[in-house]
């Protein structure tokens, strides 16, 4: 391609208008078919307004399977939170971290003590350094909103830790709330009657009817879209696909797809069929988001394990055999492998994420009795092996 051909892509006509609208970062201007959610976390939250000479901590848990709407609610509350707030001249700070990045309560707490003290937090415990933050907070007459994203990849006890800070030091020093965010299944692996206790409420999210996926595919729709891109009879199609499936980033997914190969062909429109390929493309309880965020030790472990189960054409390996075809992939792209100790380290974390499963398991035969096996979830090996390459041109090829 020469730069003649490059600017002539970059003049091309796009069917889109705002295709950040579909991203999974987005956080609309309106919240379609979740309104009980919000009035529950408003009758919860909103006595930090009202309270104000001693404002209490309160803690609650949005639940639900995955693709129905939790962490976009809880980002839209905290939003729409932080503008009344601005109105009532109530000094409200909103922080949100996912424990796809941040997998550990120590490492919450560095981010935090770094943006409102400005320090490292070398030296600090993690009770000293949630002091550092709780009397700046005190001192600035300021009050925190945290938002923790799938809570469940914590340990229990970081979790029992952060729901426990009022009781820890004190309710008048702790000018703080937190909102939860877990799928169910995810959930119940950390959940103890100690972690219940300190909760003010558990708000469980049903996933959207045939009506709510279209009200929500079209309000998305007109957002992302130029005018007569995509019709009612596709955007029905697809709510039955969200329908089926119980999951609305499928739905999503889906539109941004149609839409880029709309542009890719030169189409103004998005077709049945166009829709179809895009479907097949998205696997709905596949967590794309999560291998996005995987560092480059754990996509080159993942690679492993996938073109392992591909050359044995078996639906289960083993952690040796998937080693071997990791060191194989860190010298293709001329990366220094780990030892076999980290690698199992890798697997665990991976199958904690949910984007594997693994099991130790008898080989009679073997050297050493006990093997690790593991197994793919929710997408085809193929699938995944082409997804990492992509991920490896633009990351380790020049």
């Known amino acids: 391609m020469d730069e003649d051909e490059f600017r002539a892509q970059f003049n091309k006509k796009s069917v889109f208008k705002q295709a950040s609208s579909l991203d999974l970062s987005y956080v609309p201007e309106k919240l379609y078919c979740r309104d009980e959610v919000i009035k529950k976390l408003i009758y919860n939250y909103r006595r930090i307004f009202e309270e104000t000479d001693e404002p209490p901590s309160i803690n609650c848990l949005l639940l639900g399977k995955g693709g129905i709407g939790k962490t976009i609610t809880a980002r839209f509350f905290g939003k729409t939170f932080h503008t009344i707030a601005l109105e009532k001249d109530f000094k409200l700070f909103i922080e949100y971290y996912n424990c796809i990045n941040f997998r550990s309560k120590s490492k919450i707490i560095r981010e935090l003590l770094a943006k409102y003290t400005h320090g490292s937090g070398r030296g600090f415990s993690d009770d000293e350094a949630l002091k550092l933050i709780l009397t700046q907070l005190v001192r600035n007459n300021g009050y925190m909103f945290l938002v923790i994203d799938e809570i469940h990849l914590l340990k229990p006890e970081d979790v029992l830790a952060f729901l426990d800070i009022a009781e820890t030091f004190g309710h008048q020093n702790a000018k703080l709330s937190i909102l939860l965010v877990s799928r169910i299944k995810d959930w119940m692996t950390i959940e103890t009657e100690r972690i219940l206790s300190r909760l003010n409420d558990k708000i469980r999210l049903k996933p959207y009817d045939f009506e709510d996926s279209m009200l929500i595919l079209q309000y998305r729709s007109d957002l992302a879209f130029k005018e007569n891109v995509i019709d009612d009879e596709i955007l029905t199609m697809i709510a039955q696909i969200v329908v089926a499936h119980k999951n609305m980033r499928h739905g999503i997914e889906i539109l941004r797809k149609s839409g880029l190969y709309a542009d890719k062909e030169g189409i103004n429109h998005i077709t049945a069929d166009i829709i179809r390929a895009a479907s097949n493309e998205v696997y709905p309880t596949f967590r794309g988001d999560i291998v996005d965020q995987l560092n480059d030790q754990e996509l080159l472990a993942l690679y492993g394990i996938v073109k392992t189960l591909i050359n044995n ?10 080693y071997e075809e990791y060191l194989v992939v860190c010298e293709n792209y001329s990366i220094s492998p780990h030892v076999k100790m980290s690698f199992r ?24 009795g006990r093997h690790l ?17 992509d991920i490896f041109e633009k990351k380790f090829v020049s």
Do not use: C
Not at 313 to 322: G, H, Q, S, Y
């Open 373 to 389: 096996q593991i197994t793919l979830l929710d997408i085809p090996a193929i699938k995944l092996k082409e997804l990492l390459e």
């Open 345 to 368: 380290k890798y697997v665990r974390q991976l199958n904690q994420l949910k984007i594997i499963a693994s099991k130790t398991v008898r080989i009679e035969e073997a050297q050493r």
């Open 313 to 322: 054409d078996e639906p289960f390996t083993l952690v040796d055999d998937a």
